[in-house]
């Protein structure tokens, strides 16, 4: 096991930084590993269904995680593109895909079960290759989620539905599959009523022991117990894990489950992918390798045109529809359960299943590619320009980059180009710089972490460099880039919060302005003399405040890692600022030493 355990990090730690240098991504290296070191390939692993089902955890882990971002509340915002937008996927690419296989000689009963196991996509694949490109949260990441989630949801009916194919089926197989149904609302309710009421203090207990791996424990239990109470009754385990975390999603244990499962999912999805190139039978490929390439092909091309069809009736954009075809045009993981199922009831042959079974791998292999080809073909084929990898930039010695030209960069680039300071804005998403572009603005395109980028806008004669970037992981590539080779650059960073602020701090980053913090101390100032303070003690509080609160920043900068002590030290933060203002006797006396003698607010 160690021997097969050294074999697979081998394979991961040569394959993924390799395809990621050339930009085809980390799945497609670890598919390419997989393939190597496979019993169809060197044969270092041969026992690919225990790999497989270890792996399988993976996705669980991944599932569970997009969970916890996705609150109940937002959960209800997509019902409509969950059942509208799954559910006509699911059936129109199902019945095309059907009536092409009845044509090509299946049976009415095995072409069903192809069309509608083709019709699902990969949810691990596509999710970790959007998370990879910072696509999620774009229109079409959300709709491919969508898709997916209903494609999970649709689960325990396809698996019902195999049976009542069989050849040999009869009534007690229907009813069954309808006590099989009663089954899953009955273990879903379960899981949610127990996820509310029961896991939280549970939860807490555990928290309040404060011994971390008992936790972490605790973070594996939840997802794999709750995957298993659903796998019992049918359905996906993925599902279940899902539901967890949306469960979770809006608890104060959120980000500390997140962080003790991510590794286990970053692992284990590597895995998992790994496992999938191994179960290419490369023998079969050599055999008929024009007609398994067609076959794919074709599988990818009919998949896109429906997705391109139902993005655009939903009202995407033709880059968003294109965008929501290349991403799902593969088929996915769920397709290889109905296929040994469907072989196992007599629906379908041995020889078309192991055939589907490496179309559907090689269509995982080949997205990446699409989604590629995507990025530059289709601009062209609308008539605009494609987006370089960065635009020729034509800084002309501007003393000021600004990295990130959205809502805080742009208005800093608005002051400059007042003052007639010149500047080079860069941004990474090209919708962003071609609408600054329209209203006259200098932007371009790129990534301000790469160095490359960095040296064509000029930032070795540069002398300030605004980072401003919305990303808090893209914010510290490109702060930590600008740092070890432009150190003449002085930094003004944006920061989305404090520990993002802290996070910038560890790289020697002293000029920081966290993002909402000034516009809420405005709104504060506003809501005291609202509430009646005079204006002079109102502005004089606030700025008391802002000192301290710089202050406890600075000083919890040495501890921020430390969950208890920070929690101490906000705790001590708070009766300092307390004692500090209650002590301030020139609040009892207007005209009390220490009060300005005229402040513009007395005019207003």
Not at 309 to 316: I, L, N, P, Q, T
Request: include cysteine; glycine fraction near 8%; hydrophobic fraction near 55%.
């Amino acid at each position: 096991m160690l021997a097969q355990t050294a074999v697979f990090l081998i394979a991961a730690v040569v394959a993924v930084p390799l395809f990621r240098r050339f930009r085809l991504g980390a799945v497609l290296g670890y598919l390419f590993a997989g393939v190597v070191i496979g019993p169809h390939g060197l044969g270092f692993v041969d026992n690919i269904g225990a790999v497989h089902d270890l792996a399988a955890l993976g996705v669980v882990f991944l599932l569970f995680i997009i969970g916890l971002e996705l609150q109940p509340s937002r959960l209800w915002v997509l019902r409509r593109s969950v059942f509208g937008l799954g559910s006509a996927q699911l059936l129109a690419t199902g019945i095309v895909l059907a009536l092409l296989g009845m044509a090509f000689g299946l049976t009415w009963k095995a072409a069903l079960v192809v069309g509608l196991a083709l019709a699902m996509s990969s949810t691990a694949f596509v999710l970790q290759v959007l998370a990879e490109r910072g696509e999620l949260t774009t229109r079409y990441g959300r709709s491919s989620f969508a898709i997916l989630l209903f494609q999970d949801l649709a689960v325990i009916p396809l698996l019902a539905l195999i049976p009542l194919l069989s050849s040999h089926v009869n009534v007690p197989a229907g009813a069954q599959a309808w006590l099989a149904a009663l089954k899953a609302v009955a273990v879903i309710t379960v899981v949610v009523i127990g996820g509310r009421h029961l896991l939280r203090p549970v939860l807490k207990a555990i928290a309040e022991s404060r011994i971390q791996e008992i936790f972490t424990a605790a973070a594996l239990l939840t997802v794999i117990g709750t995957s298993l109470l659903l796998s019992a009754v049918g359905l996906s385990m993925s599902l279940g894990a899902f539901l967890a975390g949306v469960l979770l999603a809006d608890s104060e244990y959120r980000h500390e489950l997140e962080a003790d499962i991510e590794p286990f999912k970053g692992l284990l999805l590597g895995l998992f992918f790994i496992s999938v190139g191994m179960s290419v039978d490369l023998g079969l490929f050599a055999s008929k390798p024009f007609a398994i390439l067609g076959i794919t092909l074709a599988l990818m091309a009919v998949k896109g045109a429906v997705l391109y069809a139902v993005g655009r009736g939903a009202g995407h954009a033709p880059e968003a529809a294109g965008g929501l075809a290349c991403a799902l045009s593969q088929g996915g993981e769920f397709a290889f359960v109905l296929f040994g199922l469907a072989v196992g009831d007599n629906v379908m042959s041995r020889t078309t299943a192991d055939l589907l079974v490496i179309v559907v791998t090689l269509s995982m292999a080949l997205t990446p590619l699409a989604m590629l080809m995507n990025d530059r073909l289709l601009p062209r084929w609308l008539g605009r320009a494609a987006p370089r990898e960065f635009d020729a930039i034509e800084h002309d010695g501007a003393r000021v980059i600004i990295a990130g030209f959205g809502r805080v960069g742009g208005i800093v680039g608005r002051l400059l180009r007042a003052k007639k300071i010149p500047f080079t804005a860069l941004d990474i998403n090209p919708e962003q710089v071609e609408l600054v572009r329209k209203f006259g603005a200098k932007a371009y395109y790129g990534d301000a972490s790469r160095l490359d980028m960095l040296q064509a806008a000029g930032a070795a004669k540069a002398k300030v460099f605004v980072l401003a970037i919305d990303n808090v992981e893209a914010s510290l590539k490109a702060a930590e880039t600008v740092r070890r080779n432009f150190p003449q650059l002085r930094i003004y960073a944006r920061a989305r919060n404090r520990f993002h602020a802290y996070r910038l701090m560890d790289l020697g980053i002293e000029s920081i302005s966290r993002e909402t913090f000034l516009s809420s101390l405005e709104l504060a100032e506003g809501v005291l003399r609202g509430a009646g303070m005079a204006a002079w003690e109102a502005h004089d509080t606030v700025l008391k405040f802002k000192a301290h609160d710089e202050r406890t920043l600075a000083r919890q900068h040495a501890v921020y890692h430390d969950e208890t002590q920070l929690i101490q030290t906000t705790r001590e933060a708070a009766k300092e600022m307390e004692s500090l203002l209650e002590s301030d006797t020139s609040a009892a006396d207007p005209l009390a030493p220490g009060r300005p003698a005229f402040m513009p607010e007395d005019v207003r």
